[in-house]
């Protein structure tokens, strides 16, 4: 179970902590489309397996969805199905996978059900690496062979997975490919007692799979329109139940012979609110704030931004969502202008890839505690902040998508689109603005951060544009202080991955030509410029024969000395390099040494560096950055002396090299 654990969509399922709470039916809403779905579990055609409901952003998939798997988990009933599995993706919040969605799947039936949990048990026996397959090859050993194949589940009823807002899963090729495996799967195997419930929205890519000849006749199509009768009635009956709690909660804010709201601001609230459950969230959460502890004003501002985006008539008509965009706006204008560039790169890093708790986010930006949080103090609305005391576990997590798509999308969010350029980064990670209890493991993984972020873009920046502006990655680099980060060396073994993609972009025209890096000859290097208080860092590759043998260096415990100078394992096999003719494989062991050039330890390579400077003046090294975060960067290859010349070892060196005023 725990190697399955691994694949899963952390928070995507029903009772995750990292959804509660989450969205719901408000009672006696959304009744004709719980119906629609009690009858299509009760009224299966023979090949119709998969519910599909659609409905564009906001009018409530989620919550009914998140109805749905409830009523199955929770019923006895002898006339319902059982409830297997539930997916709830999220593309703000990361839980968007497609590599590990069958995988989930398959832990969440492991929990619940022994016959599967065994079969999973012996799967994983006979081939550990099954689970990092394709998906359709997954989908074939987590969902065809167990139960068509094997016929493993025997229940008299059938089992329930529910897939919700499958538009926010990662690719549309993927949301395509996870259709048909499951549209031909129900029309291979008829008789299989699996049945699906999936919820998108219209996307042109999922609405064209769904009605290709091939699979047309596996799904009931059940549609949930924005602005129906019911749809509407809906979200009336949630906002009245909704303004009562608040006043309940401020019973200090109104009189009790005053009407709050009046039944004019109601009915112009659901007006503007049309069907869309994600606006009316968005309004209760606006108005209810706690930060601002006011509802009644709360409640004008709302008004205010309806008012005024109905006055602009026609221009606002031909996009739904005009009026919830014009809350959106509201919401980021009430942050002060000094404060909103935090704000702005707060947001930027919730919207990428990457799962980073608060706390972690924040070291990364360089903000301290205060500074986070005030930041963020004007988006309690849109946002779930999570308390100092779980900040160090706990994500910043978005409400609902149309939120991210609101600030990616210029036309919308206009001043407030998010881009990457937006976005400076603080990559001095050493020092830590909000201090934590462990702040080794913090540091690291903000070092794991920042080369997820620069490292990937580095090796093949001359071939393809990055994901990031070239301008923007330049003044990243510019920042990175290597010499501080090789502290982190002993710690974290990817270091010296990133380090390789820096030394390859390093020599490249475009690292040259913007000054972040120059080649200067050996020979005129100013010897008195090397600081020798600051740490430098020795970086050993070793190349060995695959039959354990070590020809070129004798290692004693955890410790090896080249050329004199003493390093320590980083870690044990490090990688495999491409067969060749004179070795089948290669392993890699990885060796570093830390420590001020004055340190007695570390004379040996600044020995070695004084003899090369002699030896070999016109060897070019590279010079990293500017000002006090220069380094040298130079690199030694050694080869060992049979015929094929193969390299034994290489050594890095990066030495403090600090400008002078």
């Not at 409530?60 to 993706?89: C, W």
Request: proline share 7%; glycine share 4%.
């Amino acid at each position: 179970m725990r190697e399955l654990l691994a694949y899963t969509i952390r928070g995507a399922e029903l009772d995750s902590s990292e959804r509660d709470p989450p969205p719901h039916c408000h009672p006696g809403t959304r009744v004709s489309i719980l119906e629609d779905a009690k009858r299509f579990f009760q009224d299966l055609e023979p090949l119709n397996k998969v519910l599909w409901l659609c409905g564009p952003a906001g009018v409530g998939k989620s919550a009914i969805v998140q109805t749905i798997a409830e009523s199955l988990n929770e019923s006895t009933s002898e006339a319902d199905p059982r409830f297997g599995a539930a997916i709830f993706f999220s593309r703000p919040n990361r839980r968007d996978n497609p590599k590990h969605i069958f995988t989930t799947i398959a832990y969440q039936l492991s929990v619940r059900y022994p016959f599967y949990r065994q079969y999973i048990a012996a799967g994983l026996a006979n081939d550990p690496l099954f689970l990092d397959k394709s998906m359709s090859e997954q989908f074939k050993r987590l969902i065809v062979q167990p139960f068509a194949d094997q016929r493993l589940y025997r229940g008299q009823k059938p089992l329930v997975i529910l897939l919700d807002g499958l538009d926010e899963c990662d690719g549309d090729r993927e949301q395509m490919n996870i259709v048909l495996l499951i549209c031909r799967f129900v029309l291979q195997h008829p008789d299989v007692p699996l049945l699906w419930v999936i919820a998108s929205r219209p996307e042109p890519h999922i609405r064209d799979t769904f009605h290709h000849p091939d699979i047309s006749t596996a799904f009931t199509k059940v549609n949930i329109p924005i602005d129906s009768d019911e749809a509407c009635k809906d979200v009336e009956k949630y906002l009245r139940k909704a303004f009562e709690e608040i006043k309940q909660n401020y019973p200090e804010c109104f009189s009790e012979t005053v009407q709050w709201p009046t039944e004019t601001q109601i009915l112009a609230i659901c007006a503007a609110v049309l069907g869309l459950f994600a606006f009316a969230a968005t309004v209760r959460r606006f108005v209810e704030d706690a930060e601002h502890g006011d509802p009644i004003s709360q409640l004008e501002e709302v008004l205010t931004v309806i008012k005024r985006t109905h006055e602009q008539g026609d221009k606002s008509s031909r996009n739904p969502l005009a009026t919830l965009d014009a809350l959106y706006i509201r919401v980021l204008s009430s942050i002060p202008e000094d404060l909103y560039p935090t704000t702005a790169h707060i947001l930027f890093e919730v919207s990428r890839p990457g799962r980073s708790p608060f706390l972690l986010l924040a070291n990364f930006l360089g903000l301290a505690q205060n500074k986070a949080y005030s930041a963020l103090r004007k988006l309690h609305s849109l946002l779930s902040i999570p308390s100092p005391k779980d900040a160090e576990y706990d994500r910043v997590l978005v409400y609902h998508a149309s939120f991210t798509d609101f600030v990616r999308d210029s036309n919308r969010s206009g001043r407030y689109c998010m881009t990457a350029c937006d976005s400076e980064f603080d990559l001095d990670v050493i020092d830590l603005p909000w201090p934590v209890e462990n702040a080794n493991e913090t540091r690291r993984r903000l070092l794991l951060k920042a080369c997820t972020v620069i490292g990937p873009f580095l090796p093949g920046i001359m071939q393809q544009p990055p994901p990031l502006p070239l301008p923007t990655l330049i003044e990243i680099l510019k920042k990175l202080d290597i010499a501080k980060l090789t502290l982190l060396a002993d710690h974290f073994l990817f270091f010296h991955d990133f380090l390789r993609y820096v030394q390859k972009f390093a020599r490249s025209r475009i690292s040259l030509e913007t000054g972040l890096t120059t080649l200067i000859p050996m020979g005129k290097l100013d010897r008195s410029s090397v600081n020798m208080e600051a740490s430098a860092h020795a970086y050993c590759l070793e190349k060995c024969l695959n039959d354990g043998s070590n020809p070129s260096i004798h290692v004693r415990g955890a410790t090896v000395k080249i050329r004199g100078l003493i390093l320590k394992t980083a870690a044990g096999v490090y990688g495999r390099s491409r067969p060749s003719a004179q070795i089948e494989a290669c392993l890699s062991d990885v060796y570093v040494a830390n420590g001020a050039l004055n340190e007695e330890r570390m004379c040996p390579l600044l020995t070695d560096f004084d003899d090369l400077r002699v030896r070999e003046p016109s060897k070019e090294v590279i010079i990293w950055g500017n000002g006090k975060k220069r380094v040298i960067m130079l690199e030694q290859k050694f080869r060992d002396d049979t015929e094929s010349g193969l390299i034994k070892y290489k050594l890095l060196y990066l030495m403090p090299y600090p400008e002078t005023s």
